[in-house]
């Protein structure tokens, strides 16, 4: 038998969790968190590391 991967989204279909269910760890589980842009700033991985993304914002020329 393999192992099975499930994902979960949020309403604007970012995926936020994945569960892999495995005979021999049980369930492993990683998640995702989004700025308001639908950027990715945060993976939370298994062993309870985080990784973390930080964007630049963009600069707007205004001309008159």
């Given at each position: 038998?393999?192992?099975?991967?499930?994902?979960?989204?949020?309403?604007?279909?970012?995926?936020?969790?994945?569960?892999?269910?495995?005979?021999?760890?049980?369930?492993i589980?990683?998640?995702?968190?989004?700025n308001?842009?639908?950027?990715?700033?945060?993976?939370?991985?298994?062993?309870?590391?985080?990784?973390?993304?930080?964007?630049?914002?963009e600069?707007?020329?205004?001309?008159?």
């Amino acid at each position: 038998k393999g192992n099975k991967k499930v994902y979960y989204h949020n309403q604007l279909g970012n995926a936020i969790r994945e569960d892999v269910y495995t005979q021999a760890l049980g369930i492993i589980t990683t998640q995702w968190e989004y700025n308001s842009n639908g950027e990715r700033t945060k993976t939370l991985l298994p062993k309870g590391n985080t990784i973390e993304y930080v964007y630049e914002a963009e600069s707007v020329e205004h001309r008159a």
